[in-house]
């Protein structure tokens, strides 16, 4: 069972927190790079609990600093982009992207202490279409490590696509959300008869089994889960999925050969996450397949129409890539369609069935009322494996998995496939990474 104590270690990611300084160790996507424009309006930006302000400047560079001017901590948010850099229109001082002061223009030139003077900044890139912050320390000239070496980050741009969708709770369970394997016969498919799926369809044997059998175990890049089924004389249905340092997953939604791809749940503040989705356009996954369909080829998880409905984007702290349904409308829940088992959930769509599992929890579980199963192992092990790091990191000064180490990212994978290689489970895995696509 996880105690009050070790939930508040794991959920918290402000600033002085095990988790949030765990966090601080690896560069976090941030934002779209489309969301920002050269000398456009700078964009609200919340991250790790920080209150920060991003723009970009006259040079196309990107800027990430704290909101608050180190003037008279008057809000950035209302500043003019302008030349180079961010004018606070309070007394006109002007910071560059590395929270440099370029000008101070309410002091005469002789009593003028611009050098002395610093807005907090963090580094920025760009890569695959988003804006990568690193909020970690780097005093005595320590550089920021590289980003995590996901095999998605490396396909040419044009290949790759980028979602993002805000989500109403903890960043540990909206991960958690990801790793639990054995919901996806019961939340997305429970109205689902076998003898109604076509039996070349690898949904069929989710449903054919609801109670899949485990191998979990740590991995350099996190922690690994194996779920397996039989599926016929002397053959195997496995789905395997992993969780990465240090808020990533990698979910079983596609065919194992081609799913490149990283999920991030990076955390706004200790109630919110912003879910990050990359992943290669040519992959044979749930992006560009059919959903799981009947016989008769309707969706399984309902039309979807209604799932991914987004708001427009505000201004406001909490105002970007918010999706049209959550607890203020049910998530759009039909109890017709519940009743008659049309939908098992009542929900239409996966995604938003997974939303709403993960709000309904409340901001932050709490992990007193959990009586956690054996299907529940992927869920213990990466909280273990959690813990362990941000107190060996808090205690010790040992640096996490992954951070200065991308080459560990890239044994990860995951995804379903059929195997009649009867070796042990990480042997198969071993085996089938080698056999995939890897452009």
């Known amino acids: 069972m996880t105690t009050a104590n070790e939930g508040q270690e794991l959920t918290q990611v402000g600033p002085g927190t095990p988790m949030g300084q765990l966090m601080r160790h690896y ?87 611009k050098h002395r003077v610093k807005a907090k900044a963090y580094p920025a890139i760009e890569r695959a279409g988003l804006v990568w912050v690193y909020m970690g320390e780097l005093a005595g000239g320590r550089a920021a490590p590289p980003l995590p070496g996901f095999e998605v980050l490396d396909l040419p741009a044009d290949e790759i696509n980028v979602h993002m969708m805000m989500r109403r709770c903890n960043w540990l369970q909206a991960l958690e959300g990801e790793i639990d394997t054995a919901h996806f016969g019961f939340l997305h498919g429970g109205h689902v008869d076998p003898k109604d799926v076509p039996e070349t369809d690898p949904f069929y044997f989710t449903i054919t089994n609801r109670a899949p059998q485990y191998h979990v175990a740590d991995a350099p890049w996190g922690t690994q889960y194996a779920g397996y089924r039989g599926a016929g004389p002397g053959q195997t249905y496995w789905r395997f999925a992993n969780f990465l340092f240090p808020c990533w997953s990698q979910a079983p939604n596609g065919e194992f050969a081609s799913h490149m791809h990283a999920r991030g749940w990076v955390p706004i503040d200790d109630n919110h996450t912003m879910f990050v989705f990359i992943f290669w ?145 990480h042997e198969v895995y071993a085996r089938t990474l080698a056999e995939a696509v890897h452009p």
């Open 27 to 113: 560069w976090l996507p941030a934002m779209l790079s489309s969301e920002l424009e050269r000398d456009g309006p700078q964009v609200r930006l919340m991250l790790l609990g920080e209150k920060l302000i991003a723009f970009r400047d006259s040079a196309g560079r990107v800027g990430v600093l704290d909101q608050r001017c180190p003037h008279r901590c008057a809000s950035l948010f209302l500043g003019r982009n302008e030349q180079g850099g961010l004018r606070c229109i309070y007394h006109g001082w002007k910071f560059d992207v590395e929270g440099n002061c370029l000008d101070m223009p309410n002091v005469t030139e002789d009593q003028d202490f």
């Open 281 to 425: 356009k040519k992959a044979r996954s749930a992006q560009a397949l059919p959903q799981p369909r009947f016989k008769d080829g309707t969706p399984i998880g309902g039309t979807g129409r209604g799932g991914i409905r987004m708001l427009p984007n505000t201004t406001d702290w909490l105002g970007r890539w918010r999706m049209a349904m959550d607890e203020s409308n049910d998530w759009g829940l039909d109890r017709e369609a519940q009743r008659s088992n049309r939908i098992y959930s009542g929900i239409d769509g996966i995604h938003l069935q997974d939303q709403a599992i993960t709000e309904s929890m409340g901001p932050v579980t709490d992990f007193a009322w959990e009586h956690l199963a054996r299907s529940d192992q992927m869920i213990a092990r990466t909280r273990r494996r959690l813990l362990l790091a941000a107190r060996a990191l808090r205690d010790n000064g040992t640096p996490p998995p992954g951070a200065g180490q991308p080459e560990v990212y890239r044994g990860a994978r995951s995804g379903y496939f059929l195997s009649q290689d009867q070796s042990a489970w």
